[in-house]
């Protein structure tokens, strides 16, 4: 335990250390939320009302975790750090735990960040927002594993483009954040039905409202998601800890 | 004098080509020895192996009489390896990097601040402890390097290409390091530079094409050849083949 938390506390360290980390994990989820808003005061729309904007904008936070941790672990498997690591003590288990587990509050804060942020922006406080930011651990358990799974089979290079480009635009435009979905036609619908973002943004909305029915199924579909991600991300990390 | 390392028939295959053939050599404990060899002679795949980071394809070593083969979690806690490349966690300082070394070995918090102000003080790396990894020179990256891979206190230590890149002080103040090391572990050292075997260890092999071609202390090595010069020794047996 002791050493698995020694390689974490290095991972947290070398992500918040990071300033990117700061300025696109926490700083861009906030201006999205105040830029949205004052569109929202001048011409309101219904889709950015803080009680659906908010949910919306955390998930959508948490493609940047995904980012993060993706890099690091890729920049780490080209660097002698690990192969110096991979001669210590420490079990496969310890690196895996060591890079998924410091993720964990940066998602948490996050979610944080963004809902005492619409607070002061006049969203009402409910007990919801506490069982909201708690909820973001499912979806973040999706996002975390994909973390895992793009670092460990993609060079740095492809993380910046898989990740930094591909999942952003995907959980930005097929998450139903910023429009309805349906305005995109029905093959479009379908798609992103299939995929876990706009699952992920339900289930925060549902949650916020207090509507447990709501939020079951998509609670389901994001966890299925985030169960296979993390079972194929383990076993190819596992592959490239022995080709190391 | 007792055996630290003893290398049986090992051998490793990579699809066609064959990176170290039937591999046998014995350490002696205490000992600097230095294998060197041109490109793709196979000594870092062999140091590999010796550290159980990659498997073998047939044979064995005994570590302190530990099997590389079966028994590689024991093999690593006594163990420590400065690679080729400065490997050092970047954002992390010079006393974060010392405590995250104890911290993966299992140290308590005690224990990792005693052994980190021991190596900060014994590599003289008081004047930039807070500094991070990255921002350090060269020389001092390596130098850490090595403190972090002596913190766990190993029997036997691996120096993959200790001073390559380095410039001359750097690394005559790296040989220093070294030559204050020797007798207080075994160490073994793969280097591309003649001057750094003949000066440092007491022992060389001399590798070619996965195999061994010969063993000695430098002054045999230069005998077997009739050579003055130990680089023209080195030449002679790459060369020419096994002596």
Request: net charge neutral; aromatic share 8%.
């Amino acid at each position: 335990m002791r050493k698995m938390l020694s390689f974490a506390n290095r991972t947290m360290k070398e992500i918040l250390r990071d300033p990117l980390t700061m300025a696109f994990g926490l700083g861009f989820p906030v201006i999205l939320l105040l830029l949205l808003s004052l569109i929202q005061a001048n011409i309101p729309v219904d889709m950015f009302e803080l009680h659906r904007l908010t949910p919306g904008i955390t998930v959508f936070g948490l493609s940047f975790m995904t980012l993060f941790s993706a890099q690091l672990i890729s920049k780490d498997r080209n660097s002698s750090l690990l192969t110096r690591l991979y001669t210590t003590p420490l079990k496969a288990t310890d690196f895996i735990l060591g890079y998924l587990l410091p993720v964990i509050p940066l998602c948490i804060a996050q979610a944080v960040i963004c809902y005492v942020l619409s607070l002061i922006l006049g969203m009402q406080f409910s007990v919801n927002i506490i069982w909201a930011v708690l909820m973001i651990l499912i979806p973040s358990f999706f996002y975390i594993a994909l973390g895992l799974l793009c670092g460990s089979a993609m060079t740095e290079k492809q993380v910046g483009g898989i990740c930094g480009a591909l999942l952003t635009n995907l959980s930005a435009w097929l998450s139903g954040i910023w429009f309805d979905i349906d305005m995109l036609g029905k093959a479009v619908k379908s798609f992103a039905n299939a995929l876990p973002f706009i699952h992920a943004v339900e289930l925060e909305r549902a949650v916020l409202l207090g509507d447990s029915r709501a939020a079951f199924p998509h609670l389901i579909w994001v966890l299925a998601y985030g169960i296979v991600i993390m079972v194929i991300a383990v076993f190819v990390f596992l592959r490239q800890m022995k080709r190391q | 004098m007792k055996n630290a390392i003893e290398i049986r028939k090992l051998t490793k295959d990579y699809k066609d080509i064959r990176a170290v053939d039937n591999l046998d050599l014995e350490i002696r404990e205490g000992e600097l020895f230095a294998l060197l060899g041109v490109n793709g002679a196979g000594k870092t795949t062999t140091i590999k192996m010796l550290c159980c980071i990659t498997q073998p394809t047939s044979g064995d070593a005994l570590l302190n009489g530990k099997s590389i083969a079966s028994d590689a979690d024991e093999v690593k806690k006594i163990i420590a390896v400065s690679p080729q490349e400065t490997a050092v966690a970047p954002n992390l300082s010079v006393e974060e990097n010392l405590m995250l070394m104890c911290g993966v070995h299992g140290m308590d918090n005690r224990k990792s601040q005693e052994k980190t102000k021991e190596m900060i003080g014994e590599f003289k790396l008081d004047r930039i402890r807070g500094k991070k990894a990255s921002k350090l020179s060269g020389g001092w990256q390596r130098r850490l390097s090595i403190a972090m891979a002596l913190i766990s206190e190993p029997q036997i230590l691996f120096l993959d290409e200790p001073t390559l890149g380095l410039d001359v002080i750097a690394r005559s103040e790296l040989w220093d390091t070294i030559r204050e090391l020797k007798g207080r572990m075994t160490i073994i050292l793969t280097t591309h530079y003649m001057e750094e075997a003949e000066e440092l260890s007491d022992r060389i092999g001399v590798m070619r094409d996965g195999h061994l071609l010969a063993v000695g202390t430098a002054a045999e090595l230069k005998e077997k050849t009739g050579e003055e010069k130990f680089e023209n020794a080195f030449i002679k047996l790459v060369k020419g083949g096994a002596v």
